[in-house]
């Protein structure tokens, strides 16, 4: 499974909260893995692409949403977490469109982590976690703090502060981080083509 996209968390009918992501490298990352041969479940936030038949698309809209595709997509042999899942949600979303007035509060409480969850789950977690970090500054650090507390086992780092990659562009550089504290750079180039990189370590790793 590859999860990608942004989530929209609603405030009313009409209004979410949502981010940035594209989903431009989940969806490579999954034309990547079913190129390969492996049999791929793409869950999606909202996003303008398309993908071909051969991946099965679950089409999700919230974080709620995705995070049960998940589960029900499981179990899997390996599972990629590319999704930029909001990590608020708010707390009571209304029935009725909010009308204008002169201050509006709206109180957010966190979303489930599902990535964190699936691979702290002892019966549930897959072979091979692989987790993504955008951070703006101090990768690295975050980066390695992100493979510590999920649990993941490879960690894909990318510095979304800079413009030529990252978020809308087909371009992307990006630092994996491993387990046993080894990290490997895929330098700036198309996204499809990290992703056949990223493929291949996951054919290697698997053999
Ligand atoms: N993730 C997830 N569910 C969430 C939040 C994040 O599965 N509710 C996953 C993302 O898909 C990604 C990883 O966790 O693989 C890291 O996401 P990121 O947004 O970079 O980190 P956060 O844990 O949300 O931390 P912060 O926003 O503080 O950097």
Aim: proline share 3%.
């Amino acid at each position: 499974i590859v999860t990608a996209g942004p989530t929209n968390e609603y405030i009313d009918p009409v209004r979410f909260i949502t981010n940035k992501s594209s989903g431009k490298q989940g969806y490579e990352i999954a034309k990547s893995l079913s190129k390969k041969g492996f049999d791929t479940t793409l869950i999606s936030g909202p996003t303008n692409l398309e993908i071909n038949d051969s991946i099965n698309l679950i089409k999700v809209e919230t974080a709620e949403e995705m995070f049960q595709a998940t589960l029900q997509s499981l179990p899997v042999d390996v599972a990629i977490f590319s999704a930029a899942v909001g990590d608020y949600k708010v707390k009571e979303t209304s029935q009725l469109k909010i009308k204008k007035q002169g201050r509006l509060n709206i109180e957010l409480e966190k979303n489930v982590d599902i990535l964190n969850y699936i691979s702290n789950h002892n019966s549930l977690r897959p072979k091979l976690v692989i987790g993504f970090a955008a951070e703006t500054n101090n990768l690295e650090n975050y980066a390695n703090k992100k493979l510590n507390e999920k649990n993941c086992d490879w960690i894909v780092a990318n510095d979304v502060s800079n413009k030529k990659i990252g978020f809308e562009s087909d371009f992307n550089e990006v630092s994996i981080f491993y387990k046993d504290n080894k990290t490997d750079k895929l330098k700036y180039k198309p996204k499809s083509e990290i992703s056949d990189e990223l493929v291949e370590k996951i054919i290697n790793h698997l053999n």
